[in-house]
């Protein structure tokens, strides 16, 4: 893949392009020409000539341009194969929750969202925000958001080469307008969704627990539990925690405790914005009171015994990333406090971010569990990509260390939360996590331009 290149732009009626004049005299030794333009998903037949003044340039013709529906101002990846100029990436990133204005257009994820194109800037992809309302179908165009020096605007751009997944929650990924855009853009050809929807926490388990390289990693887990089978686990535990399959953020997680020589049941969970205790003379009472329409769509976890810091649990949230190559990476790790009382270390929760040298240093841990929590993070990653219907390109992890030093998979998420770059030492790896997005957006972008049936996973 070449570098990404500056675009001039000539006024001309013709749909030209102006190629660097080495590239052409190249072009004429082989007698072949490319005689089609494409951006995104916009496609034109144009007439190639060398640049005028022999300059190792590309200039396009402002009818082009307008007909490509270019973004100008910025750098683009061209690309020749199959007798085609490809210019791109074009990625559109697909989301809810609009404003409608241009000063916010996204609400209070506009800052997360203008990290990401800044980034996809830089590295000369063309990348917008778009939802199920911006489309015209009929014109084949998006009219996306994008951010640049100026601030936000909204610009009338080509469908996307690729289309990365960001919607907000699971309620909108199930709007009947939200699978109409699904299913339509599913037939384009030349088109590729990375992301796709949000994990289900008990098929995640299911697949993870059917290789045998990381199911050690994995805590002893039932789905839709019988009371018996939470009695049991208590029993072996001492703690289970119960957490809805397809739940996020930490939201309708509760933990239930039975100490040995204690005759109640306790259980810990969150309502109203508090972290709240309750006692219960049976586990009977207890499910009964906090799960009132049942245990179906939900599952059990034995609770781990995790490293603490003050007598508050740690756990970790870790980033992983596909890059330029399409391999795994590991982009972010943080540590997260819990807070007083609270059933996890989710920040809504009263939870505190610290960082991994934080734990290191004032718990006197070695440096060594850094390494088993990448390790252990790249081959979850590895084999959730492998096994996953579509491309995923990035995941979420929340794991744990015991006291023993094993390393424990709570939960992976498909739409990771950025919460953790809040600390301001981690702004190094909010910026690497964007940037990632966009290296693999260009390793997929060549993939499909070389016309590989089988991207790499």
């Not at 014109?139 to 907000?168: A, C, M």
């Not at 207890?286 to 740690?314: D, T, V």
Request: glycine share 8%; hydrophobic share 35%; charged share 25%.
């Amino acid at each position: 893949m070449l570098n990404p290149q500056s675009i001039s732009v000539v006024e001309e009626k013709e749909d030209v392009i102006y190629t660097p004049f080495s590239l052409f005299q190249q072009w004429v030794m082989n007698r072949s020409f490319p005689s089609k333009v494409m951006y995104g998903q916009r496609e034109v037949t144009v007439t190639i000539q060398p640049h005028p003044d022999r300059k190792e340039q590309y200039m396009l013709s402002t009818t082009l341009c307008n007909k490509l529906k270019l973004l100008k101002d910025q750098q683009h990846h061209i690309y020749e194969s199959n007798g085609t100029l490809h210019i791109g990436p074009v990625v559109g990133i697909f989301t809810a929750g609009f404003t409608g204005g241009t000063y916010k257009p996204i609400g209070e994820r506009s800052s997360m969202f203008a990290k990401l194109l800044s980034e996809a800037m830089q590295l000369g992809v063309t990348a917008y925000v778009f939802g199920t309302h911006h489309i015209d179908w009929n014109e084949k165009k998006i009219n996306g958001y994008i951010f640049d020096k100026s601030g936000w605007s909204q610009h009338p751009l080509p469908f996307p080469t690729l289309v990365y997944d960001r919607l907000p929650n699971r309620r909108i990924e199930r709007l009947p307008a939200t699978t109409e855009t699904k299913m339509k853009f599913e037939q384009e050809t030349n088109m590729l969704w990375f992301n796709p929807g949000f994990f289900d926490k008990w098929s995640v388990h299911e697949l993870l627990y059917d290789n045998k390289h990381v199911r050690n990693y994995l805590p002893d887990t039932l789905n839709s539990p019988e009371a018996s089978q939470i009695e049991e686990m208590l029993h072996r535990y001492k703690n289970v925690y119960v957490k809805p399959t397809n739940g996020s953020l930490g939201i309708g997680i509760q933990q239930i405790i039975k100490r040995r020589k204690d005759p109640f049941y306790y259980c810990k969970f969150r309502t109203n914005g508090q972290n709240r205790l309750r006692r219960y003379t049976s586990l009977k009472r207890l499910l009964r009171q906090q799960f009132s329409k049942g245990l179906e769509g939900y599952m059990a976890q034995r609770g781990i015994h995790l490293l603490s810091c003050n007598g508050k649990p740690i756990d970790f949230r870790v980033h992983t990333n596909r890059n330029r190559d399409g391999d795994w990476e590991v982009s972010a790790i943080a540590a997260k406090l819990a807070g007083t009382g609270s059933v996890t270390t989710h920040v809504t929760s009263g939870g505190k971010i610290l960082t991994l040298q934080d734990i290191v240093n004032e718990m006197g841990k070695s440096k060594s569990i850094t390494q088993d929590i990448k390790i252990a993070a790249l081959k979850l990653s590895d084999s959730l990509s492998e096994k996953m219907e579509g491309v995923i390109g990035e995941i979420g992890f929340d794991l744990g260390i015991d006291h023993e030093g094993a390393v424990w998979l709570f939960e992976a998420n498909a739409k990771p939360g950025r919460g953790i770059f809040s600390h301001p030492n981690l702004s190094a790896s909010d910026k690497r996590t964007s940037r990632l997005l966009f290296e693999f957006s260009i390793y997929l972008y060549e993939q499909l331009i070389k016309r590989q049936v089988a991207v790499k996973r």
